[in-house]
């Protein structure tokens, strides 16, 4: 298994343009989670899906923020429009479910806007 | 509610001292509780795991239910441990989320 794929692996954008991070789950795994890395912040979890049904979106900054996950295999964070304080690392991880597992994660999407 | 708590954010040790990185947890119910390793500018992965008592790069951890306690050990340390290290905490039943620590960057100096 190739693990979570994530892309783009980097995005530079300007201010006011619509971003869109894309995941790919591991085969087999049920729950998928995105998370923002800051510096200032640390690792923030934004939203997870079990069986591709959105579950706890709770930590989503604001309604510029979307997630999808049409498929069990596919994903996607939309942000529009975005702001230069979105700047950050966004990860994917996926799980085989229950707390007991630990997730896998992606290798990130570094997002600069500018 | 669940939570992490890693007191240090930064911590620096000597080659060939030993390290113990230190995280605490508050949750009522049974835990499970995970250490995670970022490299610099690299995914997160998985060190450890309680439940299965294993030894990941000589690095151990045990869980003190008693002091709600599970620090990371590694007797002597190497330069390639210089990491960033996020306690992870999770629960049996239903919620499948992992509540993290705020990390603590560990510097190996030579």
């Known amino acids: 298994d190739a693990g979570v794929i994530q892309s783009p692996r980097h995005e530079v954008t300007e201010m006011g343009q619509e971003v869109t991070l894309r995941c790919k789950p591991i085969?087999?795994?049920?729950?998928l989670f995105w998370y923002r890395q800051t510096m200032m912040r640390g690792l923030e979890l934004l939203i997870y899906?079990?069986?591709?049904?959105?579950?706890?979106d709770s930590g989503m900054p604001e309604d510029r923020f979307s997630a999808k996950m049409p498929n069990a295999s596919f994903s996607t964070l939309k942000i529009q429009p975005s702001e230069p304080r979105d700047s950050a690392v966004y990860f994917c991880?996926?799980?085989?479910?229950?707390?007991?597992?630990?997730?896998?994660f992606g290798s990130g999407t570094r997002l600069t806007v500018v | 509610a669940q939570r992490v708590t890693q007191p240090e954010k930064l911590l620096s040790v000597f080659k060939g001292a030993p390290v113990e990185l230190k995280c605490n947890y508050s949750y009522s119910g049974s835990p499970e509780l995970f250490w995670y390793v970022q490299y610099s500018r690299q995914r997160l992965q998985l060190l450890l795991r309680h439940i299965s008592r294993e030894s990941i790069k000589g690095f151990t951890a045990d869980l003190n239910k008693g002091e709600t306690s599970f620090h990371l050990k590694k007797p002597f340390a190497q330069e390639e441990d210089s990491a960033m290290y996020y306690c992870?905490?999770?629960?049996?039943?239903?919620?499948?989320?992992?509540?993290f620590g705020t990390g603590t960057r560990l510097t190996i100096i030579p």
């Open positions: 899906f079990n069986n591709n049904v959105p579950i706890d």
């Open positions: 085969s087999g795994h049920n729950s």
């Open positions: 991880a996926s799980s085989p479910g229950g707390g007991r597992a630990g997730y896998t």
């Open positions: 992870a905490l999770g629960t049996n039943f239903g919620n499948e989320k992992l509540t």
